[in-house]
């Protein structure tokens, strides 16, 4: 079981930046892969960034250039740095952790946090 809690949000203007936190606890944090996605209303959830248990990251078009995902095993964290933000960046984002063990997928998630983009 792995408790995830993020952290960060909230409203800004276009063009500004806010980094989000997701602090986990309640398991070996280093064996999960960890992503970052995000839901705006009447839209489906979608992974806008992951990082892989052995640091290997991508990120999805949309925000590629702008957010970067990075983690910190030490911390037990995960950050996305969101730089340049859109209004169409403004959704819930959920932090998420994953693990494949013996063919089964584990997913874990945070309750999430708003991040509002606007003027």
């Known amino acids: 079981q792995v408790q995830l809690v993020e952290s960060g949000g909230g409203l800004v203007q276009p063009g500004g930046s806010l980094r989000l936190s997701c602090a986990a606890s309640g398991s070996i944090f280093s064996i999960y892969d960890m992503g970052w996605y995000r839901q705006a209303p009447g839209k489906q959830r979608e992974l806008v960034a992951a990082?892989?248990?052995?640091?290997?990251?991508n990120h999805a078009d949309s925000v590629k250039g702008r957010f970067t995902i990075s983690r910190d095993n030490a911390k037990n964290t995960v950050y996305l740095q969101m730089n340049s933000l859109k209004p169409e960046d403004t959704a819930v984002y959920y932090c998420?952790?994953?693990?494949?063990?013996?063919?089964?997928?584990?997913?874990?998630w945070g309750q999430g946090t708003q991040v509002t983009v606007s003027s």
């Open positions: 998420n952790a994953g693990r494949l063990r013996f063919g089964v997928r584990y997913d874990y």
């Open positions: 990082v892989t248990s052995g640091g290997s990251t």
